[in-house]
């Protein structure tokens, strides 16, 4: 038997306790966001049927990293001057759900494109317009001077009486004012079923991020903002996505990482075996919080990357047949607070008579019930994208662009 030297057993004490605070600090959620910058990725651009002239240079995309800070993450931007934190109702606000959060910043990508097409064309000699149906308010900043005078639903139509269609002329006629000023917004709110015209008056306070810049201080969006173009012109949203995927360093993963290589038998019955006792099934499940974290830390310290599992431990709360598992529920759902939980998560929904057909495992009422428990799980996460139309698959693209 090998006996460890008093200074061996220091160093490996040492090491567990910094392994055990750093694990700790990486679990511990924070009321605060971050955002630090990312890597330069250059454009391949190709000219096709156009006058092209000779340049020097690369054409570069910046990359901004935005997520939610944990406890290791917040002491290290006290530090680090390349990261800034901002409070959490500054990124969601207050009455705003994540759900609601990506909606928005999925219309957000189609008005960057369609004011994308209106300068391209303005600059070639078109006249171009726009307009909206109004501002409407999603979400309102704890701190903010209108928090008790709007609410959720109002529809925004006005600026000291000039009229207001969409969230870019609210914004720009915003900036002829100053920090400190009054402006009243004039508005559209549904009182007992009908809309009534309304009208607050507030004071400008300074933007949370831009400095010098003002604002009122809630989230918001525009209804059924319409450009008048010419011509169709259609932007193929995939191609955003290629100079990130050639430059992107990602990895496959089914379930767990594996420290060796292992060659997975295709499942065709994964309800064909009995379940593990509920000891084993604890300890197999203390396996699986020692080996993610672990593996998170010290290989993604090392080098970063885009991680896709096919399927996470959480899964075995929907479906514990298929992982042999037999543990309370109320001590899963604990035990998986200590996962690494990942930065979004992507439902693949759809009928339950096709899926059943596609891939017959278990019994077409299994996986009835299956998809109704995955709805029910994605209902409490934050980050989801549910895949279930042909085109759905560019909500992740839409993600993976304003995320990176």
Do not use: C
């Not at 500054?90 to 009455?95: F, K, S, T, Y």
Request: net charge positive; proline share 4%; hydrophobic share 40%.
């Amino acid at each position: 038997m090998y006996n460890l030297s008093k200074t061996n057993k220091k160093i490996l004490i040492s090491f567990l306790i910094i392994f055990i605070t750093i694990s700790s600090l990486s679990l511990v959620k924070t009321d605060y966001y971050f955002m630090s910058p990312g890597p330069p990725y250059q454009w391949e651009i190709e000219y096709v049927e156009i006058n092209s002239f000779d340049f020097e240079g690369n054409l570069y995309q910046l990359t901004v990293r935005r997520d939610e800070a944990n406890a290791l993450i917040y002491a290290w931007s006290l530090i680090n001057d390349s990261y800034d934190l901002y409070p959490r109702e500054v990124i969601l606000p207050d009455g705003v759900t994540p759900k609601e959060l990506s909606e928005i910043s999925i219309q957000n990508m189609r008005t960057s494109e369609n004011v994308a097409i209106a300068v391209a064309l303005k600059n070639v000699g078109y006249e171009i317009s726009s307009k909206g149906d109004g501002v409407s308010v999603v979400g309102l900043l704890d701190d903010s001077p209108v928090k008790e005078k709007l609410k959720k639903g109002d529809l925004l139509n006005s600026i000291n009486n000039k009229e207001i269609n969409s969230t870019t002329e609210f914004i720009a006629t915003l900036r002829t004012y100053s920090i400190g000023e009054t402006v009243s917004i004039g508005l559209l709110r549904e009182v007992d079923g009908e809309l009534k015209q309304m009208f607050v008056e507030t004071t400008l306070i300074e933007h949370v991020e831009y400095e010098g810049e003002p604002m009122v201080g809630f989230l918001a969006t525009t209804v059924n903002e319409r450009f008048d173009f010419p011509f169709e012109i259609d932007i193929k949203t995939g191609n955003v996505f290629e100079p990130l995927k050639k430059n992107l360093d990602y990895k496959y993963i089914h379930l767990r990482p594996r420290i060796l290589k292992h060659r997975e038998k295709p499942v065709t019955n994964p309800h064909g075996k009995m379940p593990r006792s509920s000891f084993l099934s604890f300890i197999k499940l203390v396996y699986w919080l020692i080996l993610f974290n672990s593996y998170f830390l010290f290989v993604n310290l090392i080098r970063k990357k885009i991680y896709v599992f096919d399927r996470y431990p959480h899964d075995l709360l929907v479906d514990p047949l298929r992982y042999r598992f037999k543990l309370n529920k109320k001590l899963a759902v604990f035990m998986l607070n200590f996962l690494p939980l990942p930065d979004l998560w992507i439902n693949m929904s759809g009928n339950s008579n096709v899926i059943w057909k596609r891939k017959k495992e278990t019994k077409q009422h299994i996986v009835k019930k299956q998809l109704k428990s995955y709805k029910k799980f994605f209902n409490n996460k934050i980050n989801t994208i549910e895949i279930k139309k042909k085109n759905d698959y560019l909500k992740i693209i839409n993600y993976l662009v304003n995320k990176i």
